[in-house]
């Protein structure tokens, strides 16, 4: 059978490993995963709580106006119900750029290392991809690159803090740089994670509202999988001016997301206390890492994100990541971003010295 | 801002009342929605507790691999996991198929009226869509138009039983079409509701193992939506040979399908009492509503299926729908797709009592 010939470009997608899946393979009792970003303090009691309550109404197709969650988020940021959309995952809204934007003849722009979901997407389509040289966020190469290219590059991804590395442009430097690029190029900020660099640092707050109310060719990305911790759930949403919200809502099929992850993300949103208990414990286990780091002579960007990632010069990141995978800690070997480097998660305090301890036998 | 050219031409899905908004903007106490084909019976007891026990879990990105609902199905089927590939509902793997095959330069072929998002989804890609004279399923016309334009009919829709006409074909008569459609020709056997087919005559029962080793150009659609009670959980499958499974597989993001999802499926799948319950109880009500069809002289298609549909010839079939809502009953319109016409899912003995005595009053 012959398909679309666009499929012979695209690599499956492999996904990390499954904890109960390490734990047979290798016969261990415990697994420790610090390799997904996930919540280390489980699901919020009420985002539970919501689950547990709408358990008996799985039967019934979701409300697909999600007119809830919508009206939560819309009071949250301060804007309107029209200026949203809800996907599976913030991934999802990803898709929905590129699809509605690109093709083989466009490229898109990101800096050297950035979320892998970017790419994946866009070669689906075939669309060509610039990074700067930079690993990093560096505006001025981004800029240089967009001048020299614009006529191609008509999708912008910046990811504030940066997955899999951890930094972190300023607010006000991310202003400047939309003011120099053109209208009909879209700037896709993806805020997955800067719930914790505002935490750390109020400069790397993205304002959606302020975003989308400048610049109509601005998206901001958000999810509820990192800290609102319901990973498993799959709800990301996407803020932008109304003709960027109609134009994704063409690409998006009905019921794409769950009626549970409906609801668990309305009470996720109302959980202060666990919101707050996650970013206080996340950077005071975050300085452990910083500390192990330098005591091992380790190079580490600091990061404003609930992960930490540790460039090697003389071990290598496959190695080390096997050695802990058959100890029972799984984290992120970065091999397949051309990194001799691993991402780890912030987990629990009981987690991280787990982590500490296998990573020292190991080293 | 510009978008891709091919975003004009789709319209934005718009979904069915959600039963909350409905009893608001009417002031009802009770709202008895027979719209969507869900399962009247609930959430499979088996299902729910698995939502429940694993609501703690909500923060785990699904595993990725599926393995576990992927067994299940294997041994229900007495197929391999490679046969298998799982979609956020049954309409995921739909849009696989579309993309994997078609284009603008090609086509696919379905009976007069079938299911909305295969032309849903064959309209985002600028898709010719054929199909035949006769509203429900006819062989030779659908051999005719094959024959006709085999150049660009690259997939052909059969949806066994038919949704929203309720008839449905027998499988040796499927089987003995299939043999004269060419190999590059993928045909989908759409089994969202075969089940219920399956119950009420063996002879429209779809073996998808029997299928998918005659016809490697076949692939079978099921869905956990409708006997299984998870509408709200979307999770559907497609069952092909492993060449088409690998092919939906470079299509398919990453955790597609929520992790309470997939525990939800495996216990629904175990669940043998709800489902017979439900398979019996669905025809001893369909009984009623073709008696009472009878009775008012409504013309009606013989349902294999968990819905019914009237045919109206002097009454208006939104008029009637509109009464009907504003009395706390909804009932799917079928003006959409240019029927005049309604489509009723069987209810409990209750809920189907309320639309008679409504139905009695309005019409």
Partial sequence: MKFNPFLEAIKTYESGKDMDLVAKEYGLKEVIKLASNENPYGTSKKAKEAIINNAHLAHLYPDDTMSELKQALAQKYDILKENLIIGSGSDQIIEYIVHAKLDHSKAYLQCGVSFAMYEIYAKQLGVKVYKTPSLTHDLNELYELYQKHKNEIKVIFLCLPNNPLGECLDASAVFEFLEKIDEDC?????????????????????NPKELIHKFQNAVYLGTFSKLYGLGGMRVGYGIACKEIINAFYKLRAPFNVTNLSLKAAVAAL?????????????????????????????????????????????KNSTDLSEKLLKNGIIIRNLQSYGLNAVRISIGTEYENSRFFEEFSKNF
Avoid: C, W
Wanted: proline share 2%; charged share 30%; no cysteine.
């Fill in 270 to 314: 109302d959980d202060d206390e666990f919101v707050q208990k996650t970013l206080e414990n996340n950077f005071s286990q975050m300085k452990l890492y910083e500390d192990f780091a330098k005591n091992y002579k380790i190079r580490y960007i600091p990061s404003y994100t609930n992960f930490i990632t540790y460039f090697f010069d003389e």
């Fill in 186 to 206: 879209l700037v896709a900020i993806d805020g997955a994670y800067n719930e914790f660099a505002s935490f750390k640092d109020s400069k790397k707050h993205i």
